[in-house]
């Protein structure tokens, strides 16, 4: 496969990966520490939603999904699928632990990516494909515009039901 | 890759840990439960374990492999029972979401920053110095 098609495919497959476990994790319901309080309330401010900065905060203070699906993905590339993406997600829980996360979110997304690694690459799609592609997906959450992003994902979080009750 | 190896090591994982009394799955909602339980993480750290020592090169695609597997399974579940709550613990930190909202200086054991010291503290931090230097001149003696 083309290596451009490819890490697009990748891209788009892991943001799905990510942002949909994370949100069925219920991240956007509530702050899991108070750096993420901080950092979606500061979202909020900046004219954007608050779940969706709630959201954006779990993610930078703890391994989520976003995490465990970079992580696997640079273990399958660098140990082999699956086992390497099977090594990260025991890694990403015990990262987890540290984080005082209950880490569900980042185990989760390891093993989801491992899999998907495993079944893609019949059409040809390889595990760099998938770091690469998963580098953009999180800037695409994270690295663009902050109220944009975070309205998306407060929509989604609506839609799935996890749309936080706090003020 | 040996599946059967991955098989043996989880379901040994899994039926251990449930004859040491962890429950299937943890308490809803499970995304926010602390609970250790069979399926997550000792089933999960049973899977990362094996691809770990197959990658080391233990795994030689013979009959030893399976006693291998059914070793990991075995040591992860006591692993998970025993050993996993002492290395990394639960975090103290508070539950309700209204606590974590809280500002800064509301929680427990932070006073106000506009607050003024009350006449007590003054006392208090009056009479520090006294009692320090009565008990230096009782040591004197």
Known sequence: ?167 | MNYIVYIIATGSALILSLLLKQPLLPEEPKRQSWTLSAIFPTAVLALGFTAMIAKLGYLTSSYTDYIIALAIGVITAFFSKFILEKILPRPAMPDEVSEINQPIEKLPGNPKPSEKPSESDKVSEVSKPDMSSKSQEESHE
């Open chain 1, 1 to 167: 496969m083309n290596e451009l098609i490819g890490i697009l495919i990748a891209a788009v497959i892991s943001w799905l990966n990510f942002v949909l476990i994370d949100t069925w994790m219920g991240l956007p319901e509530r702050p899991g520490v108070k750096g993420a309080d901080v950092i979606g309330r500061d979202i909020k401010k900046r004219g954007g939603d608050l779940a969706g900065g709630f959201f954006q905060g779990n993610i930078v203070c703890s391994p989520d999904a976003s995490a465990g699906t970079l992580l696997a993905s640079v273990g399958c590339f660098a140990i082999g699928t699956p086992e390497g993406g099977l090594i990260a997600a025991v890694l990403v829980y015990f990262g987890n632990r540290l984080c005082a996360d209950p880490g569900y979110a980042g185990t989760s997304g390891a093993l989801t990516i491992t899999v998907i690694i495993a079944g893609a690459s019949f059409i040809g799609l390889t595990p760099a494909m998938f770091i690469v592609g998963m580098l953009i997906a999180i800037f695409t959450i994270q690295g663009l515009y902050h109220p944009v992003s975070s309205k998306l994902l407060g929509k989604i979080a609506q839609k799935m039901g996890r749309y936080t009750e706090i003020q």
